[in-house]
């Protein structure tokens, strides 16, 4: 009998794995809680309406179903047993291995403020897209709706926390859905107003970058209309907005 290799996990390092193995005299199952494979670096596309959910996703079972020695399961890992070589499922059931391969990605982090969770969604699945999608495009119609000043201008100010390259692509995109996606189709406010901030709590945008590219990259989010802040920590998100010490910045789409 064949080793037995179970890889967590389908995105780009556990669809590798698995591609990689094709010629291996090795029996592969792969397993991950959802069905599809995830381009993510085109995931802020769907989170702005630029792209539709099938554009970025693929199925996992037509993508690996000429690899025959690779069997695709669907659940989700709950617990691994080392000494009883096995992988814990949500029902309680077991799937042997003899190599296991943990390939279960990346999740964001609200460092240590996992309550901002529910006003500040972050961006690694099409669920977490999609939501992102419906709170941008709820924000311009409320805003429609909205006759205090005060109240449409929160609807109309859209903060990014984070100046990764997430952060960077979609408060560029939030920039251009406003000054040019929408141009024309309000009647009681102009979408040009709506005001993007990108708040980075590090001294510039892009870290994993070189300096330049930085500075050239902030340059090029101004010019879109996004203010850039660097330095600046958050230190409170709710509902109405975000807080950064003792500053307030009124606003109801949060990233």
């Not at 989170?47 to 000429?66: D, F, K």
């Not at 709950?78 to 077991?94: F, P, Q």
């Not at 799937?95 to 943990?102: G, H, M, T």
């Not at 977490?128 to 409320?142: G, S, T, Y």
């Amino acid at each position: 009998m064949n080793p037995r290799v179970l890889i967590l996990g389908c995105g780009f390092a556990g669809l590798w794995a698995a591609q990689a193995l094709r010629k291996a005299p090795v029996e592969v199952t792969v397993l991950d809680r959802t069905n599809h494979h995830l381009f993510t670096p085109l995931l802020y596309q769907v989170a702005t309406a630029g792209l539709s959910a099938p554009s970025v996703a693929g199925p996992i079972r037509h993508i690996l179903a000429a690899q025959r020695n690779v069997t695709v399961l669907l659940g989700e890992a709950r617990a691994i047993d080392i000494n009883g070589k096995s992988v814990v499922l949500e029902d309680g059931s077991r799937i042997p291995y003899d190599k296991l391969i943990v390939a279960t990605g990346t999740t964001h982090s609200y460092f240590g403020h996992d309550e901002w969770a529910p006003f500040a969604p972050g961006l690694k699945t099409l669920d977490d897209a999609l939501e992102i999608r419906r709170r941008v495009l709820i924000a311009f119609e409320r805003a429609e709706r909205e006759s205090d000043a005060a109240r449409r201008a929160a609807w109309l100010t859209f903060v990014v926390v984070g100046g990764g390259p997430t952060g960077v692509e979609l408060a560029g995109t939030f920039a251009e859905i406003a000054r040019h996606t929408l141009h024309g189709e309000f009647r009681h406010f102009d979408p040009h107003n709506a005001r993007v901030v990108l708040v980075e709590g590090t001294d510039r945008v892009l870290q994993a970058y070189t300096p330049d590219l930085s500075l050239k990259a902030q340059h090029q989010l101004e010019r879109l209309g996004v203010t850039v802040w660097v330095g600046r920590m958050v230190t409170g998100v709710d509902a109405d907005g975000v807080s950064l010490g003792t500053e307030r910045l009124a606003s109801r789409t949060v990233v």
